[in-house]
């Protein structure tokens, strides 16, 4: 997904995804919270999936609900994640 590079965006440090089940978890409070049309996910621990990956907040807010054993969290499938690409053209330029 290409997204202009003044897009706000909220960012998601997450170890690794869950391989099990081919999902990541993303914490129902911090989505909640964002006010951002796009969220930003780095796995900080998964060689397998480098670089910033992007989905959309009401992508998100669609996917089931689930406990990671401490907080609830929503369980969103890895293809729908798609690699972050950014714009140096601005469409906010005149």
Same mark, same amino acid.
């Given at each position: 997904?290409?997204?202009?590079?003044?897009?706000?965006?909220?960012?998601?440090?997450?170890?690794?995804?869950?391989?099990?089940?081919?999902?990541?978890?993303?914490?129902?409070?911090?989505?909640?919270?964002?006010?951002?049309?796009?969220?930003?996910?780095?796995?900080?621990?998964?060689? =397998?999936?480098?670089?910033?990956?992007?989905?959309?907040?009401?992508?998100?807010?669609?996917?089931?609900?689930? =406990?990671?054993?401490?907080?609830?969290?929503?369980?969103?499938?890895?293809?729908?994640?798609?690699?972050?690409?950014?714009?140096?053209? =601005?469409?906010?330029?005149?």
């Amino acid at each position: 997904m290409t997204l202009d590079k003044f897009e706000p965006l909220a960012v998601f440090d997450i170890w690794q995804p869950r391989y099990h089940d081919k999902t990541v978890l993303l914490s129902m409070g911090k989505v909640k919270a964002t006010k951002c049309k796009y969220i930003k996910v780095k796995f900080t621990k998964a060689n =397998s999936m480098e670089g910033d990956w992007v989905v959309p907040t009401a992508t998100v807010k669609k996917c089931r609900i689930e =406990s990671n054993g401490t907080i609830q969290c929503y369980v969103v499938p890895l293809d729908k994640l798609e690699v972050l690409e950014i714009s140096n053209r =601005s469409v906010y330029a005149d």
